[in-house]
């Protein structure tokens, strides 16, 4: 499965760039740009779009901009930009000079808008949304035209400008592109490109009261900002010949291409802002970064790593046609990565207290071993061993079958990195739950000695003395359905995991996880991946699982 980058066919948006370079188009420069709106955190779609378009820009030299499309200051917030910021140089990307935004732009859109109604192409429509909406027809019928389409030039010019001043309340006016009503594309009926809001914005203040809508502010920002090739999902593919149409209006020279491709859907998940955040506020999580969301700083706080990520985003390719990949791949690329990067270190989640009767009281010797495996030159560690050890509650089995490979009484098992231990009785209390293994060991096995016998398991372990404390949160799927938002009748709500999040506050860790810092990640032996939560302080450890060992979903389908 392993693809060379070099060795794989082009994508369709790679030739479409490779093809303008060799006509010399644009300049043979190529510009992207990565335009979120400040209206919630980024998701791992997202992450697609940024991957893409930061992508194309390091494979042809070009430059990719940061652009937040701010025009609806009712949703935006600099919490917002601020982890977007984050979001994008976590994933390991640089943008091009300063972040852009459309509101720098303002002035400029207005003036153009001004152009535009000289020009007899746009008009001040008295209407209300509802009746603008009422009139715009279906694909199969055309639309009606405003009463005051055809309103004096000057009427609009003094309209627009008193828009601008705050004359009106929201709603009351609109400035509508004089298209066609008659275009079978819906979107070329008259579309508004400004309505009054008054509301402050996050960066211009109350300067401004009417504020431009996505279709129009979109190309002119691309057009100011000189990009080439701009990137978009598919929704915007009957938006295309609006996006020209306005650049036709106002563009002298090098003009942007709109280029559309499928958006990433995952199973298991949503990946719509309103819901995530819909999630948030309803507390059905801890926040934007709880580790169960498909968020970028979710995932970053449940222990992914950006190049899985960004290994992902490159995996499934570049689509013309909506897709859904499974979250099975993301979690496969995950342990491929934390397989190679992370130390293997012992942690009982569900400790039993396990005492070896043959081995002094009071006294430790260390064993030691590997910190990675799969690492050729990595170096090991040394850990304490002695009389009182946890071993995993599901280590030990009273009536084992046959097929029970772990501790039994009268049964023998290897302690990992230390010696072969047999149990021989166990103390249990009065409502018969089992408290404490007896166990003696064989001084003769130590590992690395040489001499061994048969065993059928392996077990990892922690000294009881010599441990430290911690609280481990296992995480799971947030949502039971495969397609929780596809349900007509039913709220995407419903399909929430019960068993998302599980508490564990009694582990114990071997204590070279003393000096852990928040991201940091491990893999604990026979468990899987883990890494410190941000929640995590020297007073309380905690770790978050990140992924299982294995794809423990694929069973249960
Ligand atoms: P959402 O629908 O999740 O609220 P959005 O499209 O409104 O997302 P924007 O902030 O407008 O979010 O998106 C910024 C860029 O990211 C856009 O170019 C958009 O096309 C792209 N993008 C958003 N979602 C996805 C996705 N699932 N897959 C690929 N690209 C995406
Ligand atoms: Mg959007």
Redesign the pocket.
Known sequence: MEADNNEKSLNFIEQIIDKDLLEGKNGSRVHTR????P??YL?I??A??ICLNFGLGIKYGGKTNLRF?DTNPTKEEDEYVNSIIEDVKWLGFQWDGDICYTSNYFQQLYDWAVQLIKEGKAYVDDQSAEEISAQRGTPQKPGVESPFRNRPLEENLDLFERMRRGEFANGEKVLRAKVDMASPNMQMRDPVMYRILHASHHRTGDKWCIYPMYDYAHGQSDYIEQITHS???LEFENHRPLYDWFLDQIATGDRPQQIEFA???INYTV????KLLELVEGNYVSGWDDPRMPTISGLRRRGYTPESIRNFTDRIGIAKRDNVIEYSLLEFLLREHLNKITKRVMAVLNPLKLTITNYPEGEFEEVELVNNPEDENSASRKLPFGRNIYIEQADFMLNASRKYYRLSVGREVRLKGAYIIKCNDYVADENGEITELLCTYDPETKSGSGISRRVKATLHWVNAEKCIDAEVRLYDRLFTDEDPAGHKEIDFKEFINPDSLKILSNCKLEPSLAEAKAEDKFQFQRLGYFCVDKDSSKEKLVFNRTVSLKDSWAKRK
């Not at 990565?34 to 709106?37: G, Y």
């Open positions: 990565f335009p979120p709106e209206n919630g998701h779609g997202h697609k779009s499309d990137i978009c999902t958006r990433l859907n990946m719509s802002k309103r």
